[in-house]
T-cell receptor, first 112, second 113 residues
Framework: GESVGLHLPTLSVQEGDNSIINCAYS??????FIWYKQESGKGPQFIID?????DKRQGQRVTVLLNKTVKHLSLQIAATQPGDSAVYFC???????????FGQGTRLTINP | GAVVSQHPSWVICKSGTSVKIECRSL??????MFWYRQFPKQSLMLMAT?????????EQGVEKDKFLINHASLTLSTLTVTSAHPEDSSFYIC?????????FGPGTRLTVT
């Protein structure tokens, strides 16, 4: 498959700190990128998206940065809260979200 | 808005039997629905894409005769796992797309004993 891993990268941060989750995408033709949050036993939840004609987009407590030169995407979460603990996936698509390819995911743990 | 449901949320079946999973878009019409499979600690892998009224398009390596997909209406798609085996145990997630976005369902946990 395009994104298979036996060991999920993990990131632990203290509650209240900022966290940065990184993602390397594979297809230089991808023009749409999304970050999803997945809690245990649930489906992916949309967080924020960005199109390839932008390099930064901000939402509530979240910022996505896109570097097309190195095919890199990051998600910054400000002032992390316990509820932010989850697995975060980036996904890339061409011409919107009609066919998405998911990255391997990062498990974010917020320590009290 | 943009709610997608799946039924059942979990199912246990015996090896050799078939299981049907339903995916419904509750408040919008989905021209396209997608089925994903997710093994523990792994990412979502697209299995197939289905458009209402036409045959599903399967990703490479996914057996179309084993994973039967029906998209009979703009709000309902079904995935039938035929002759299930323990290696089919996984988390199956659907998504529905009205135009460009994908809205995900809550997933169905399948355990084959």
């Amino acid at each position: 498959g395009e994104s298979v891993g036996l060991h999920l990268p993990t990131l632990s941060v203290q509650e209240g700190d900022n966290s940065i989750i990184n993602c390397a995408y594979s297809n230089s033709a991808s023009d749409y990128f999304i970050w999803y949050k997945q809690e245990s036993g649930k489906g992916p939840q949309f967080i924020i998206d960005i199109r390839s004609n932008m390099d930064k987009r901000q939402g509530q407590r979240v910022t996505v940065l896109l570097n097309k030169t190195v095919k890199h995407l990051s998600l910054q979460i400000a002032a992390t809260q316990p509820g932010d603990s989850a697995v975060y996936f980036c996904a890339e698509g061409i011409q919107g979200a009609q066919k998405l390819v998911f990255g391997q995911g990062t498990r974010l743990t917020i320590n009290p | 808005g943009a709610v997608v449901s799946q039924h059942p949320s979990w199912v246990i079946c015996k090896s050799g039997t078939s299981v049907k999973i339903e995916c419904r878009s509750l408040d919008f019409q989905a021209t396209t629905m997608f089925w994903y499979r997710q093994f523990p600690k792994q990412s979502l892998m697209l299995m197939a894409t289905s458009n209402e009224g036409s045959k599903a398009t399967y990703e490479q390596g996914v057996e179309k005769d084993k994973f039967l997909i029906n998209h009979a209406s703009l709000t309902l798609s079904t995935l039938t796992v035929t002759s299930a085996h323990p290696e089919d145990s996984s988390f199956y997630i659907c998504s529905a797309s009205p135009i460009y976005e994908q809205y995900f369902g809550p997933g169905t946990r399948l355990t084959v004993t």
